[in-house]
C-alpha cells in the first residue's frame, strides 16, 4: 500500500449490510472504518486500472492483428493445465 502524505476527506453512501460489515470487520482488526475502507477503495482502483490497461492493450494488439484463432488459443489454455 502507498503511504500517503496528504489525506482528502471523501464520503460515500453504501448499503447498511456493507456499513454493518465494515463495522464489523473494524471492530475484528482493530483498524478503523476509515482505514479500512482507504484500503479497500485502493485495492479496487488497483484491480480496475490493471483491467483497464490490459483492455488497452489487447485492443491495440487486435488492430496490429496480433490475435489467436479459437483453437490456437484452445491450444493455448490446454498447455496450462487443470489447476491453472
Known sequence: ???????????????SEV???????SKS??????????QAIEEFLNVQE??????KEGIAAAKKGDVKSHEEAIAILNTWGKNA
Open 29 to 38: 482488526t482493530h483498524r478503523s472504518k476509515s482505514f479500512l475502507a482507504s
Open 1 to 15: 500500500m502507498t503511504v500517503m502524505s496528504e489525506t482528502i476527506l471523501i464520503s460515500a453512501r453504501v448499503s
Open 19 to 25: 456499513a454493518n460489515r465494515l463495522a464489523s470487520l
Open 50 to 55: 490493471w483491467h483497464v490497461e490490459a483492455i
